[in-house]
């Protein structure tokens, strides 16, 4: 079974396909999937599709993206920590910084991003992590919630953080970047974190992996980035994805037992 660990088909770019994406997903072998918000309406769909779509292993994921802070500067929305309580709700996210487009003052994004971790404390549920060129920043904060566990998604802090990462005790998930030929320094990465914690993406509609860069991404495409992880780390792609199932379902539990 292969596991999408952050996708995005509530997205309006797949919202339109959903069930069509659905049945390509469970014919690649995709058995399990996090459908991820990004805002309030953006979860909201991701808790609806993660009901909708449930014999399909979809699960969701809500939170405010850092691109989105500055809507939610003042205080994170009612409705959005009662989604926290439904029963297809497994983590909160994604969270996190993002320096590189700096679409929310990045004030604004550390108050928002320290305001999450701090629900996330409280109701005790797992964190996707966003953190893009602002690794300093996010492990500074990080640092005063000692304790959650945390899912670096799409991890971006290359060889210089790993280490780092790796000893508060998170899980790297990697997507289709790792196929690209110039992701010389991420396949290192890939090579080098430890087995038990591993997760595969797709961050669909987005990092599309060849052979369909350029194209919009899917869960079903997540196979090629077994293919290209089983390839780097010198393991037969059974061998990877037992082991990455094993790594998600210790984090995500699939189920409400897993924090209540």
């Keep these: 079974m292969l596991i999408d660990s952050h996708c995005h088909p509530n997205s309006d770019e797949l919202r339109k396909d959903a069930e069509a994406l659905m049945e390509r997903a469970a014919s690649a072998g995709v058995g399990r999937m996090l459908i991820v918000g990004c805002d309030l309406e953006d979860s909201r769909e991701a808790v609806r599709m993660a009901h909708r779509f449930e014999g399909y292993g979809a699960w969701a994921a809500v939170g405010i993206h850092p691109h989105e802070a500055s809507r939610y500067a003042e205080a994170l929305p009612e ?9 297809r709700t497994l ?6 910084l993002d320096y590189h487009y700096d679409l929310s003052p990045r004030k604004v994004q550390r108050e928002v ?15 996707v992590l966003h953190v893009r060129e602002a690794m300093e920043d996010a492990l500074a904060i990080l640092g005063d919630f000692r304790g959650l566990k945390l899912l670096f998604h799409c991890y971006d802090g290359g060889l210089k953080f790993l280490d780092e990462v790796l000893s508060l005790g998170a899980l790297c998930a990697l997507g289709g970047a790792v196929t ?8 290192e990465v890939a090579r080098l974190i430890p087995a038990d914690r591993l997760l595969a993406e797709t961050d669909c509609p987005w990092m599309a992996p060849v052979p369909f860069r350029g194209r919009l991404n899917e869960p079903a495409y997540v ?13 037969p792609l059974e061998e ?3 082991q990455i199932a094993r790594n998600a379902d210790g984090f995500f539990g699939w189920g409400r037992e897993a924090h209540v």
């Design 113 to 127: 991003f320290q305001r999450q971790l701090a629900w996330a404390e409280g109701v005790g549920m797992p964190v």
């Design 240 to 242: 990877l994805s037992g």
């Design 180 to 187: 690209w030929k110039r992701s010389v320094e991420l396949r």
């Design 91 to 96: 983590a909160l996210g994604e969270m996190g």
């Design 223 to 235: 196979r090629y980035v077994y293919e290209a992880l089983a390839e780097v780390r010198g393991v």
């Design 79 to 87: 409705e959005l920590l009662q989604m926290a309580e439904d029963c």
